[in-house]
């Protein structure tokens, strides 16, 4: 069949894909009960809450930061919520001590002085420090390849707001960028990485340690020079702010020192004063920054509620999403969507009171923009129980429909979802693919020997306009895509909370393939 055969007759491929005797035979096995999947469309479609939670996370509790107010908000929100439904167990658990201060905006306002008047499009980085007050400053272009270039900055940056590293070059976007999957993409064979997902070949692991030593460098001399701010490119164009930590990292995070204000500028904006001071073009910015660091609690938490189980109670079937987000957007997209989504299949299941063996539960993770560390700590202090969780799913790639799931390498789940995903084609959902993603959840599940995924979904505008910025807001949700989302996962979560086995586990050293 073509690729434009393909195309035209998706809806009907994944059943021809499994009309082979052996996938036959494991669909016969699935027992897979329509019926069942019936009624979670209909609660889905019919009565869906993902608008009103969608709504009210996203614009009225907002941007989620780890150890900020918000996110604490956010879990007594959900805690609130599935206990306002009947699920059991509703709680938060807390995860660690350590993370370090919290942190939130409370304002900004800057404009150039120099060459001419306009507002500065720029946003506090996190864990950025303030200004006292008011601020002039004279805009100073640093840029250093080699530790042996900082001589010649010392005692030049002191009261200076200082651009760290040249502006990227971002072409305007001549091809658009897909919004949807299509049956190419879909149905392709995975790619072979010879070097193993997230490896680097010897010479680009040299760059990357040089790149690193240089910034360490850097990073310490700036706080002895002491500039007035600290200005850093966006990495997005069309004056999208592309938000994320301070430069100092962990160090900004966990110190009691005031961190230098770190801005991050939009693309046009810096690229203005980069070219100007290049030139020899005077620069000055007149900057107003205030944040706040908070103290009195440095636990972190992430919220969780269960659907108890029948004979196999003791089993469970877990799904879940990062709740945090950074904080120029709202964290729509990233990952207001993945979260929403996971609970609205809880609550389809529950007000559906369709029977299930296994014990269903949800966690919504704090910390995984900073490295996973609310599941994966949360996965350490469960060992003890992980060989009773059957599988782990995961949503957090955008606001995108489902269209399948990755395996992660896991060659005997290949047939069960393909079996279990099987009657959802007309909703879009085809694909059962043999590799692995990475950069979210599953991952702390997967390197523990616990099954783990993370679903495929359309990418929408995830990878090009919202992930981690400040238009990663409401707007950016599609409801109807969410929607689909919650009927898949709730159908796949009924699915294997049903099965006479537990989903089947990868062979011992096969765990945590991916990063």
């Not at 001589?151 to 502006?167: D, E, I, S, Y």
Request: one cysteine or more; hydrophobic letters at 40%; a neutral charge.
């Amino acid at each position: 069949m073509s690729r434009v055969a393909a195309r035209r007759a998706l809806p009907a491929l994944a059943f021809l894909l499994l009309a082979t005797p052996a996938a036959a035979q494991q669909v016969l096995t699935e027992r897979l009960d329509l019926a069942a999947l019936a009624k979670i469309r209909a609660e889905a479609t019919e009565r869906s809450q993902v608008e009103s939670l969608a709504g009210y996370l996203t614009d009225v509790i907002g941007p989620r930061l780890t150890g900020s107010p918000a996110m604490d908000r956010a879990n007594e929100w959900a805690v609130a919520t599935f206990t306002k439904w009947g699920l059991t167990a509703a709680r938060t658990e807390a995860w660690d001590s350590a993370f370090g201060r919290g942190w939130e905006r409370v304002s900004y306002s800057g404009r150039f002085l120099e060459p001419f008047v306009q507002p500065l499009n720029a946003t506090s980085q996190a864990w950025s420090g303030s200004t006292k007050g008011t601020i002039t400053c004279r805009v100073v272009a640093m840029e250093v390849r080699d530790t042996a270039e900082l001589a010649q900055w010392r005692g030049q940056l002191k009261g200076a707001c200082v651009l760290r590293n040249p502006p990227a070059e971002i072409p305007p976007e001549f091809s658009p960028a897909p919004r949807r999957l299509d049956a190419d993409t879909l149905l392709a064979p995975v790619p072979e990485r010879p070097q193993g997902p997230g490896q680097r070949d010897p010479d680009q692991q040299a760059r990357f340690r040089q790149m690193q030593a240089v910034n360490q460098a850097v990073g310490a001399f700036l706080r002895r020079e002491q500039p007035a701010a600290l200005l850093i490119p966006s990495g997005w164009t069309y004056n999208i702010l592309r938000t994320g930590g301070h430069p100092d990292g962990r160090l900004a995070r966990d110190s009691v020192y005031n961190p230098t204000p770190a801005l991050l500028v939009s693309h046009e904006h810096y690229g203005q004063m980069w070219r100007n001071a290049k030139r020899g073009v005077p620069v000055r910015l007149e900057l107003n920054v205030q944040n706040r660091f908070l103290d009195d609690d440095r636990t972190e938490r992430n919220a969780f509620a269960e659907i108890p189980g029948g004979d196999k109670a003791s089993e469970v079937v877990m799904i879940g999403a990062h709740f945090d987000s950074w904080h120029s957007g709202t964290g729509a997209t990233d990952n207001g969507a993945g979260s929403v989504i996971m609970m609205e299949a809880m609550r389809i299941l529950k007000a559906t009171g369709l029977p299930m063996r296994r014990t269903v539960r949800i966690g919504l993770w704090s910390g995984e923009e900073q490295g996973l560390i609310g599941s994966r700590s949360w996965v350490r202090a469960h060992a003890a129980e992980l060989g009773r969780i059957s599988a782990y799913l995961n949503v957090d790639n955008g606001a995108g429909r489902l269209r399948g799931i990755w395996t992660q390498s896991n060659a005997a789940a290949g047939p069960v979802f393909e079996a279990i995903l099987s009657p959802l084609a007309d909703l879009g959902v085809v694909a059962v693919r043999h590799g692995n993603t990475g950069g979210t959840d599953h991952l702390a599940f997967d390197a523990a020997g616990v099954p783990g995924f993370n679903y495929i979904q359309d990418p929408l505008e995830y990878g090009i306009r919202t992930h981690h910025s400040n238009a990663d807001t409401y707007e950016r949700f599609v409801l109807d895509d969410l929607k689909q989302a919650a009927t898949v996962v709730a159908w796949t979560v009924y699915s294997l909370a049903n099965r006479e086995d537990p989903m089947p586990r990868k062979p011992a050293g096969q765990q945590a393939t991916a990063r």
